[in-house]
């Protein structure tokens, strides 16, 4: 069942990051544009964000199995048609698609596990499925880079097709159906257009910044958000559940996980290129570059599940996020003809080490905040607080730093801005910590 759990949401977390690397083939091969190349990463992000509460309702309602595995079939069929795509146009809208299979798989990993272990086994549980799914986040890269190195981007899309196979088999075979037997009866289909409407327009209106009828997205968009808001809140079955944020420590976790994983996207998104177009790596080199994000996760995040029960979130939910500052910090100096072992690898490996520390206490602790039947909604609105800070560092991040049009393609130019861009993501990783600091205090 963890296995099926793992690869599922790895495949969607893998999309997440594999896609970065190959950012740079995908626009010299489809003469793409740097707001183009925004929306290849946050078309995916955008339907995830907004729609994977309605995944996690509907597999509280209809049988969480049932939902993941007709998610994980979605996903793969998306997969393909990326794969296909012949223009930015087409491969946009093929990732548009592909989140909505993401957003209906995602929830329902973590939630099954939720529902099929004993309380006492949960963190360790949790701890292992953070850490395979975060090296599947984290290995992303370096298979990138080693598929564009042998083969075309468009495997990247078509590798998710055999293990999409493979997770429906398992899950057929292994895995237990789970629900919500008080899950509400009537869907809150007003309340899931309004929220995917208003990350629509925000995104629209950061990534086209200054263009026309960005405005007016901006202000549609925040209203829809509003509107969003009071009709949750005045709803007898919300898609939302907002009491669930009367909990401090849901509240504190989900806004540590804003700006951790804003600056997560953010970063991943600059780094990849920089190093291909600045320090003169090739595909695989870049993803190469990763591995310390894998080993370190691989070793070390159950441990750090079980630590985390023993000893509360606080520490490693204020610890974690500081290291992956500092590691942050060290990764801003990557230049020209950069070499590894010096100039990235100390970086990484500090990176590692703070998101290894602080990634199964927070899933953990999201979970521990919310009552057992709610398992897929807590799970549903973490996931969507992190894709949505991850959208929204993306889209906004490159107008910041004055990176337009295709200046990804001039070193000097990407070189300025990626500094200035890593810059704000260790801000925010230092604001996270501060925050589980300030807000976890006395939670066990």
Known sequence: MVAAAVLGSGMALLDGTVVNIAL???????????????????????????????????????GRRAVFLVGVSWFAMASALCALSQDPVQLIVARLLQGIGGALLTPGSLAMIQGSFRASDRGKVIGRWAGLGGIAAAIGPLLGGWILDVASWRWIFWINVPVAVVVIAIGLRHVPETRDPEAARRFD?????????????????????????????????????????????RRHQP????????????????????????????????LVLQLQVTSGYSPLAAGLSTVPITVVMLLFSSRAGDVATR??????????PLLCAGGVLLLRGVGPAEPYFTGVFPGMVLFSVGLTTLVAPLTTTVLAAAPDRLAGVASGINNAVARTGSLLAVAALPAVVGINGADYQDPSLFTRGYAEALLVCAVLLTAGGVVSFLGLARTR
């Open 24 to 62: 740079r083939t995908i626009g010299d091969e489809l003469q793409a544009s740097i707001a183009e190349l925004q929306w290849v990463v946050n078309a995916y992000l955008l339907t995830l964000a907004s729609l994977i509460l309605v995944g996690g309702s509907l597999g509280d309602r209809f």
């Open 189 to 233: 289909v007003l309340g899931a257009v309004l929220g995917a409407l208003g990350l629509a327009g925000v995104t629209y209106a950061l990534i086209e910044a200054g263009k026309a009828y960005a405005g007016l997205a901006a202000g549609m968009g925040g209203a829809a958000l509003l509107l969003f808001l009071a009709i949750e809140h």
């Open 239 to 270: 898609l939302m559940p907002l009491h669930l944020f009367g909990s401090r420590v849901f509240s504190v976790a989900n806004a540590m996980t804003v700006m951790v994983y804003g600056a997560l996207g953010a970063m991943t998104f600059f």
């Open 311 to 320: 000893i509360g979130p606080r520490w490693p939910m204020t610890i974690g």
